[in-house]
């Protein structure tokens, strides 16, 4: 090969190789994008662009705004969070609305399709975009496929898909965020509550555990603490009740129950506060608010029995709290003797009053109801009161663990 036909390669390969290039990095997405925009009636228009939508009806007007971070916020009928997932569904398809056909290009009788006045003006505020795009939408077709629309400014009236005409139609409620209170668990520090008058405050410990430290110190059910965040965390709305109702009487809110949850620590620590009132059994709900907002809303009624109304029902109701992997020595103490039993291995040996090979069954059995063992209610709180219920142990428990000076101790009688 001579050094021009070697050069005529490299230019033909040159050649192709930008075309591959130019096919694949342009005009392939240009096609792709002309494929997809095909119809629209708003063919350079992408969802994401869109920062701003009102829905105009006779009976009320939705304005959304979109904020920071992809969300969006209602501004009207009532000033408060809006749905995402509601308000992105429709925005999508107003931003990709197609159009089906054109049926009249200059009516008389705009009234014929439902546009005069129209069931919905619809209005999208666009970036970069100084008027809205306004679209008029009517009453269904015969075939009940497709709904009547006319663009504000022009005549001619068309068809679009029914979903337009549903999505229009959509009650306010649907555009507002459902979450009761929005938070975090894992972000919780603190939990404030009062209940009839009763206040108590929880801290967070350790991962997974808490304590009350208000009224007064003790182990908290760190089980029923979590399950009360977790349905706290997840409740959505049932029904937006009232936004400004003139009394809170009615919905027992005028002296109400209320959880604070306490988001963070130190300087970045803040709150958030939910009032409950009355459970409504027809509805199977209770009333609630949100702290410094004036709406009343329906929330689960589960989330109104999780809720902890006393100290009693928050304490630790584990009557022993030890390791089983760790104990190593437990001593049994009763009328009929006492008896000592140390870990030997995987097994366990009688120490006292013999030196015997031990029954691991009956023993690991005794320390799993131990460990098990819950109380059901709380008689006092101090070792002063031991001898007024217990003033002599039918039985005396007492369980060590490795790297421990001092058993845990139980004392066992007749209630």
Known sequence: MNWKSAVVLIVLASALGGFFCYDTYWLTPARDKAESTKGRLWTALEPR??????????SDTIRLKRVEGGGWEMLAPVKTRGDRATADDVVTSLATVRRDREIDPNPTRLGDFGLDPAGAEVRLEVKGRKDPLVLLVGTKSPTGAWVYA??????????VSEVVGRDTGRPAADFRDKTVVAFDKKSVSAVDLDSGGARISLLAEEPGKWRIVKPA???ADADLVSDFLDKLESAKVKEFVADSPPSLDPY???RPSTVTVWIGKDKERSSKALLFGRADMDKKGVYVMRAGEPGVMLAPMELWTAFPKTVAALRDKVVVAYAYDKANRVELESAKGRVVVERDGTGWKITAPDALK???GPVNSLLWSIRDLRASGFLADGPADIPRFLKKPEVTVRIWEEGAKEPKTLLLGPS
């Not at 006319?150 to 068809?159: H, I, L, N, P, Y």
């Open 358 to 360: 031990a029954d691991s």
């Open 49 to 58: 662009d869109v920062e701003g939508l009102t829905i105009r009806r006779q």
């Open 150 to 159: 006319r663009e504000d400014g022009k005549s001619a009236v068309m068809t």
């Open 217 to 219: 110190a003790y182990r």
């Open 252 to 254: 027992g809110l005028e």
